[in-house]
Nanobody, 120 residues
């Protein structure tokens, strides 16, 4: 079992910043990739940013230049620094981690979600 604990969501005015954190714990042998998705009301869940074990990053076009994903491998933690926030960034943000546990089984886990609300 792998557990993901998210923190850092909240309410911020447009142009402001927030930092999300996601800490993974449990039977983690490896983390192949870990990142953040978001889902706004009435919309599909979309990838926001992710980082692979090799350090490659991927961002949705709408956040490029504003959001930065980073990692602390020693803590199995990923961070999402969100700057210049816009009302359209309002959504529930979910952490996702994929990799292998100590039994050799592949895992794909989601965090509980954290609300980010950007007021205009």
């Amino acid at each position: 079992q792998v557990q993901l604990v998210e923190s850092g969501g909240g309410l911020v005015q447009a142009g402001g910043s927030l930092r999300l954190s996601c800490a993974a714990s449990g039977s983690i042998f490896s983390i192949n990739d870990m990142g953040w998705y978001r889902q706004a009301p009435g919309k599909q869940r979309e990838l926001v940013a992710a980082v692979t074990a090799g350090g490659s990053t991927n961002y949705v076009d709408s956040v490029k230049g504003r959001f930065t994903i980073s990692r602390d491998n020693a803590k199995n933690t990923r961070y999402l620094q969100m700057n210049s926030l816009k009302p359209e960034d309002t959504a529930v943000y979910y952490c996702n981690a994929r990799g292998f546990d100590y039994s050799g089984a592949y895992y794909n886990y989601w965090g509980q979600g954290t609300q980010v609300t950007v007021s205009s």
